[in-house]
């Protein structure tokens, strides 16, 4: 029988075989987060990795700092929007340029081995 420790560094492991930091580096919107696609990068953190830890909660999508709505039409007043897309308002109103200025502020320095650490709490192999 598997153990918790086990199942958890599996997750790990396939999450990062799924997105290895050069991807993560240059990722699109829509690999990001999209709508009606489980293998997005956002679909990954909040579903796939759960058991590593929830970030699920009333904040809904918004907390990936951008969110592609199921409803067009329905267009949140206290976040920008375009045609397809919700953002946080402190972020540029451009989708394109927020999102290359988004994933450039959180995903540039992105480093495997950081990752590892900061999800094992050891720098040895995992």
Same mark, same amino acid.
């Given at each position: 029988?598997? !153990? ?9 492991? &396939? @999450? +990062?075989?799924?997105?290895? =930091? ?11 987060? $999209? =709508?009606? #696609?489980?293998?997005? @990068? ?5 579903? /796939?990795? *759960? &058991? +590593? ?13 951008i969110y /592609? ?8 007043? %206290?976040?920008? %929007? #375009?045609? *397809?897309? $919700?953002?946080? /308002?402190?972020? %540029?109103?451009?989708? #394109?340029? @927020?999102?290359? &200025?988004? !994933?450039? *502020?959180? @995903? $540039? %320095?992105? &480093? !495997? ?8 709490? !050891?720098t040895g $192999?995992?």
């Open positions: 029988m598997e !153990s918790q420790t086990d199942i958890c560094r599996e997750i790990l492991y &396939d @999450f +990062l075989d799924r997105w290895p =930091v050069d991807e993560v580096k240059q990722m699109t919107l829509d690999q990001y987060v $999209s =709508v009606g #696609n489980p293998d997005t @990068f956002c679909q990954w953190v909040e579903t /796939k990795t *759960e &058991d +590593l830890g929830n970030i699920k909660g009333p904040a809904g999508s918004i907390k990936f700092g /592609k709505r199921t409803d067009k039409n329905k267009k949140p007043r %206290n976040h920008d %929007n #375009n045609e *397809e897309y $919700s953002w946080q /308002k402190s972020f %540029n109103a451009n989708t #394109n340029v @927020f999102y290359k &200025d988004f !994933s450039k *502020e959180h @995903f $540039s %320095n992105w &480093d !495997s081995a950081a990752t590892i650490t900061a999800c094992t709490g !050891s $192999s995992v």
